[in-house]
């Protein structure tokens, strides 16, 4: 495989759009599905250093790039191949990558505009693109799949312990040094099983693939989980989880159901927080569209929750299909929370109120304390800039 010299993953703004809340708070190249982080992902196929050019300007902060001559700059929406890699590796500098109107890639020394670059070429390959919030879980078995031969490949597995049950080839379970897995049930007969490093999986768990545990992260005792499930580095996670994806840090400790849904980072779920993820009728599922100010159809029937970072629910919360909250949301309450939840809410159906900034800075801390990290300025710089460009959406709360 080729080596790139350097490359940079940039957003394209509608995309970046149409993926909030997820975006708010980092470019489109670091959302995770899968085992690993879109740029994880790159680093791997093109073994290059990566960089970041987010649509958002108060990103560019703590998301950057370095230019060298003849970067590769590419569309973050779209995940690599080897076939996609390879098509990339031909390009020329000056030269760019289409596909119909959407610009996939160039070569160049300097950031360039897309009505610059003259040397147009056609997209051959089909790689895989994230340009929908349920691209994300939809992809997630997808990427697992992919991630899982990437990451084993030439590697030996941490021995089972004899506590546990196996179901299907041990080819497809792999297991990093340090976890921790005792007393629990995996069957791998529909996707690979992928436990990271000082994971931990307790007793009575029943796991079938495509599964990831992110290193230092815990599957609670008696967890159900069904395919394709990430759960993200140094999250925890109980109850019942079918086609979830949750990223680095997030909780969802005790019982109740999660389908087909996204979690951002820093998230907390209360005890027996259930969501629906199909419609009594089996209609399809509308949500809500951060580009028209209006819901969208998804074209799924099967559709749950996606919940941005450092939001918050307390117990016994109940998500509708195709909730989307915000980022630093406080949602407690009875009855179902509306579907659309904007970033920086306190409270719920029965009553709504502005989360103040300094009290959602202060949770924040907290709960990275935790973890034995701080709250640093470049992330508060980045919750301040959301609080800002979000308060249309609390209008009717001020």
Not at 6 to 29: H, N
Not at 70 to 79: D, E, G, H, I, Y
Not at 106 to 124: H, T, V
């Amino acid at each position: 495989m080729k080596k790139f010299d350097s490359l940079i993953l940039f957003d394209d703004l509608q995309i970046s759009k149409q993926l909030l809340p997820f975006t708010y708070t980092r470019p489109i190249a670091s959302l995770r599905l899968g085992i690993s982080t879109i740029a994880e992902k790159w680093q791997h196929y093109a073994e290059a250093s990566v960089g970041f050019d987010p649509a958002f300007a108060y990103l560019t902060h703590k998301y950057s790039y370095e230019l060298h001559n003849a970067t590769l700059w590419v569309n973050a929406s779209f995940l690599p191949d080897e076939d996609f890699v390879a098509e990339l590796a031909e390009l020329a500098e000056g030269e760019s990558l289409w596909t119909h109107q959407t610009l996939v890639a160039y070569k160049s020394a300097e950031k360039i505009n897309p009505e610059r670059i003259l040397q147009e070429k056609q997209l051959r390959a089909t790689p895989k693109t994230i340009t929908r919030l349920w691209d994300i879980f939809k992809l997630n078995d997808y990427a697992l799949q992919q991630d899982y031969t990437l990451l084993t490949q030439g590697r030996n597995s941490q021995a089972m312990s004899d506590t546990n049950t196996l179901i299907g080839p041990s080819k497809n379970l792999f297991i990093e040094a340090g976890a921790k897995v005792e007393g629990s049930i995996f069957n791998v007969q529909n996707g690979p099983i992928f436990i990271g490093k000082n994971a931990e999986i307790m007793e009575g768990c029943l796991v079938r693939g495509g599964f990831a545990l992110g290193e230092g992260a815990t599957l609670k005792m008696g967890t159900k989980i069904y395919g394709a499930t990430t759960v993200g580095p140094g999250a925890k996670v109980g109850g019942e989880l079918n086609n979830v994806v949750i990223w680095g840090n997030s909780n969802k400790a005790h019982d109740g159901f999660l389908g087909n849904s996204v979690i951002g980072e820093w998230c907390n779920l209360g005890a027996d927080t259930n969501n629906s993820n199909l419609k009594n009728n089996y209609d399809l599922v509308k949500v809500w569209d951060y580009v028209s100010d209006s819901y969208i159809d998804t074209g799924l029937q099967f559709c749950g929750l996606f919940m941005g970072d450092h939001s918050k629910c307390g117990i016994n919360t109940m998500f509708n299909t195709g909730t989307v909250v915000g980022v630093c949301a406080n949602i407690f309450g009875a009855g179902f929370p509306d579907k659309f939840v904007p970033s920086f809410t306190w409270g719920g159906v029965q009553q709504s109120d502005v989360y103040q900034f300094d009290k959602s800075l202060e949770t924040a801390g907290r709960v990275l304390m935790r973890r034995q990290q701080i709250l640093n300025q470049q992330d508060t710089e980045i919750l301040q800039a959301i609080f800002a460009i979000s308060q249309k959406y609390r209008k009717w709360y001020n």
